[in-house]
């Protein structure tokens, strides 16, 4: 009886929220379509997610490797969002052609750009094959043979997989090894710009208002996939034809009331839901504190040079945006786990699962040990992901550092060549002349980050973890970062564009050259300290995690049987649901769950960076010529908000109504729920989402790209 308490008491510790969870769309007829049903949806299972017949599926786009799109025309269009779309638009910027700033709208399919290296991939098919890659695996065998026969295992099933097919394919762990899937893929590689509107439009609030609600910015932007004549991917040709998929998203204009089921479908990226308190609290008290510190410094000294010079700014633009998303996420995320206490919440599941488990002698002996383990490993851990950050967060992100890390690679795969034993050199060789590196680098500004970085090194590392090399660089020049930087930059060749040049002209009569310069030198040191240093005991600790959490969630799948688990986001599709809904972010403070364009003028600021609106969007708000977009109030919706569970990877995924119709683009979370990728919060945890009728008045009203709509199927 007491065991049976325990585990009940447990249990309702551990209930899931109907809105939290990122669920694998082949297992929602067995696992969540009851559910889903009770809160509104209206579709079968099977019209998600099939096999055999067309179903949303596919329809869903992991665009560029890191985005979710939904195709919207059965010739190939898709949706995503703007800052998706953004690496491609900032390529074809120019200071001529600043599509970035002022938008760009092809009238038709011949005016569309084509963008090297942007793909679009597309689920097949969904396969448990968890059985086929643990055969071999037994409990006697070391950690490294279990490996061993695990990829063996992989390899061999994503080959026999799409043997003989066009098809691709990838196999990824759930449950940290607990489970595997087989993932069957088509991608496509012509993409091709159609439209993306101004940033004033795509990127209004900027980073003032990035992660935060209310929002109100278009985000979004329009490619279209190509296909060969076969409508099998290709490499680009012009010859190829827009793309006939096999299934086509209808876009609803009717809207939503709160309350109202709403659907994402997606890639999300990465969730850590089953971590302890011990990985919570080294996330909440360590990390992102550090993270955050570093990557503010570093936005300030790019954000002054980039508004006093249009070059850098269109340079450090895509650069700007990346560092500055996650600046924002992490500090969001570590203030909402404060906020919802959430180590404290994490150790009462500890202190009731260590009850439960010891009230089962059998349990006990077999999982026991994982608590009092965790705590041990990461005592440890903790100091080592310390100095893993400053590496990322700090040395590397120098850019004279990291240019420098690449000739390393090139020289390794020289020695490679020179002893017969690689083929890439070459390749790799063309690659760098292209030097690609210095359309988005200014040394005066790398000069002043060196400067700061390393100022924060010295103050947060002490000399006994510091690369030998460095610190006697540091000794020699007294502290001064400042001296030291001037030292580095005056005597490298790796900040000029012509001397680099001149160098990789013939890289093999230079050599000498470059493992004499300070700054590879400097660069080559550190990437030697670290990776003997630091790097091996980091990974067998995050290994030992790893295995330790595996059985963390066995224990916690033995114990809980009725209870539904899904599996940690992996950027594979996923299915997440849950209502239109405000929230209270805190005492005295309520939002509404939509927003208008009547928020847009109530923010504009006339010439300013972030909250500028263009004069034609001024024009049709003065003359409310919002023509069906329009809600039955005669207001211009822009975006709203609802509590399905989403992360990163998720930005560009479709937010369905009940009946499978697109009612907007996935573009956010607010800044109180970003803490979701560790603890789902239903009172707080939002998603932001683009509502459709803003974009499709984007399209017609304001760039005059109506011809788009009539490829759509738009219910009204």
């Known amino acids: 009886m007491k065991i049976i308490f325990l585990v009940l008491a447990l249990c309702v510790s551990l209930i899931i929220k109907a809105d939290e969870g990122m669920w694998l769309p082949q297992l929602l007829n067995a696992m969540n379509i009851k559910d889903m049903k009770k809160n509104g949806l209206k579709l079968t299972a099977e019209q998600i997610y099939s096999i055999n017949k067309s179903s949303l599926k596919d329809a869903i786009v992991q665009f560029g490797g890191g985005c979710t799109a939904e195709i919207i025309s059965n010739q190939g269009l898709i949706l995503t969002n703007h800052h998706c779309g953004y690496s491609a638009i900032a390529f074809h910027s120019t200071i001529e052609k600043d599509y970035l700033k002022n938008g760009f709208w092809a009238m038709n399919k011949q005016q569309e750009i084509y963008t090297a290296g942007l793909t679009a991939m597309i689920i097949n098919r969904i396969e448990d094959v968890t059985a086929k890659v ?3 695996v037994t409990a006697n065998l070391t950690d490294i043979k279990k490996d061993s026969i695990t990829k063996a295992n992989i390899k061999q099933l994503e080959k026999e997989a799409v043997a003989g097919t066009h098809y691709e394919s990838f196999i990824r762990p759930f449950f940290y090894g607990n489970e595997y899937y087989l993932f069957v893929t088509e991608t496509f590689k012509d993409i091709r710009m159609v439209g993306a509107p101004p940033s004033d439009i795509g990127k209004f609030g900027g980073e003032t208002d990035n992660w935060m609600w209310p929002r109100h910015n278009a985000d979004f932007s329009v490619f279209r996939i190509y296909a060969n004549k076969d409508n099998k991917p290709a490499e680009y040709s012009a010859d190829n034809v827009p793309y006939n998929p096999k299934h086509v998203i209808p876009v609803s204009v009717k809207g939503y009331k709160k309350g109202d089921f709403t659907m994402v479908y997606g890639f999300p990226g990465r969730t850590q839901e089953y971590l302890s308190s011990f990985a919570v609290d080294m996330i909440m008290n360590d990390s992102d504190p550090l993270k955050v510190s570093l990557r503010e410094k570093r936005l300030n000294i790019m954000e002054t040079d980039m508004r006093g010079n249009d070059t850098i700014r269109l340079a450090y633009a895509n650069k700007y945006a990346g560092i500055a998303n996650y600046y924002k996420k992490w500090l969001g995320e570590m203030n909402g786990l404060k906020n919802y206490n959430a180590v404290a919440k994490k150790e009462s599941f500890e202190n009731d699962f260590t009850n439960a488990i010891n009230a089962d002698p059998a349990k006990k002996e077999k999982y026991g040990f994982i608590i009092p383990q965790l705590k041990k490993v990461y005592s440890e851990y903790k100091i080592l992901n310390k100095q893993v950050d400053y590496y990322n967060e700090c040395l590397f992100a120098i850019d004279a550092f990291g240019y420098a890390r690449m000739y390393n690679v090139l020289l390794n795969e020289l020695k490679k060549k020179q002893k017969g034993l690689t083929n890439t050199y070459d390749a790799t060789l063309t690659e760098y002349k292209k030097l690609g590196f210095f359309n988005n680098y200014n040394r005066a500004t790398d000069m002043k980050l060196c400067e700061t970085m390393l100022n924060e090194y010295i103050k947060g590392v002490s000399s006994e973890n510091r690369p030998y090399i460095l610190d006697s660089f540091i000794v020699a020049y007294n502290n001064d970062s400042k001296k030291l930087t001037a030292f580095l930059y005056n005597n490298t060749n790796f900040t000029s564009k012509d001397k680099a040049a001149l160098m990789l002209s013939d890289f093999e009569k230079f050599t000498n050259l470059y493992e004499r ?6 660069t080559n040191s550190i990437i030697k300290y670290y990776s003997t240093s630091v790097f091996p005991q980091f990974q ?19 114990l809980f049987k009725d209870k539904k688990f899904y599996p940690d986001a992996n950027s594979t599709l996923r299915v997440a649901y849950g209502k239109v809904n405000d929230y209270k972010p805190k005492d005295g403070v309520e939002y509404n769950y939509y927003t208008t364009i009547d928020g847009v003028m109530e923010k504009y600021i006339p010439g300013d960076e972030e909250f500028n609106v263009p004069a034609k969007l001024r024009e049709l708000y003065l003359k409310k010529d919002y023509g069906m977009y329009a809600d ?13 569970h989403t992360t990163g990877g998720n930005s560009g995924s479709p937010v369905f109504n009940a009946k499978g119709e697109l009612i907007g683009t996935n573009f956010d979370r607010n800044w109180e729920g970003t803490m979701s990728d560790i603890m789902y919060n239903p009172n707080q945890c939002r998603n932001i989402t683009l509502d459709i009728r803003y974009t499709l ?13 009539n490829e759509m199927k738009i219910i009204k």
């Not at 067998?540 to 969630?553: A, G, H, P, W």
């Open 134 to 136: 643990l055969k071999g």
């Open 517 to 522: 310069d300070p700054v590879y030198y400097l």
């Open 540 to 558: 067998y600790d995050d290994r030992e995690i790893n295995e330790l959490q595996k059985l963390y969630v066995q224990a916690q799948k033995e």
């Open 632 to 644: 039955k109030n005669g207001k211009l919706p822009v975006a709203f908000t609802a509590s399905n």
């Open 697 to 709: 008045f984007i399209i017609d009203k304001f760039a005059g790209a109506g011809y788009l709509l």
